[in-house]
């Protein structure tokens, strides 16, 4: 066998584990993502399901509290000179029940800007057991000048918040990236009802 021909063989098996190589990187990011679904360990892929009307496409949840009622206000404060409110100033969910609230952004200025939002809770104790499946707060985002965005906030209530809690203030400030960081709003500890104030320019 001639030294071209080994070297041929050779180049195919390459080219044919290659090949096999690429197709199983391929194939392991939606064999991933059924697994995930299937046993339900990967809670973030949740929100990249659609979301229509404001509300999410998330399966049913068969753990709701009916027997609780929390009532959750929602806040808005900017720091700058932009329009910047919820939809809904207040919502009654009961735990465990995915709901979902809709806030607004315009960019009232000549220039474009890229912005964030940093999210807080009243009282403290209420953080840990409020999830967010889907938030703008996740991401940066760019606005041409004049421009308008709705952007939807998905969340439940984990059932274990303590039941001395019967309602939560949730409240962003939407500030712009570049500037100076401002400190999200503070609560009081201790506190298991919180005053919804007025956001700026709502």
Not at 22 to 39: D, M, N, S, T
């Amino acid at each position: 066998m001639s030294l071209r021909t080994e070297n041929v063989k050779m180049v195919g098996k390459l080219v044919v584990v290659a090949a096999g190589m690429f197709g199983f990187g391929y194939a392991l990011v939606p064999i991933y993502k059924h697994l995930c679904e299937a046993l339900g360990i990967n809670i973030l892929a949740l929100g990249e399901r659609e979301m229509r009307g404001g509300r999410a496409s998330l399966p049913a949840n068969t753990q709701v509290d009916m027997s609780r009622t929390i009532t959750v206000e929602f806040d808005a404060n900017a720091r700058g000179p932009w329009s910047f409110h919820p939809a809904k100033r207040s919502l009654q969910v009961h735990p465990g029940e995915v709901a979902t609230v809709m806030y607004e952004f315009q960019n009232v200025q000549d220039r474009r800007m890229s912005a964030q939002a940093i999210p807080s809770y009243a009282p403290r104790q209420a953080s840990a057991h409020f999830n967010k499946l889907e938030c703008f707060c996740f991401n940066e985002y760019t606005l041409e000048p004049g421009e308008k965005k709705e952007w939807p906030v998905a969340f439940v209530i984990d059932p274990k918040l303590s039941k001395d809690v019967t309602t939560i203030t949730l409240s962003y400030t939407f500030f712009e990236v570049g500037s100076k960081t401002p400190p999200a709003p503070g609560s009081a500890p201790g506190k298991t009802v919180a005053h919804l104030s007025s956001g700026a320019g709502a």
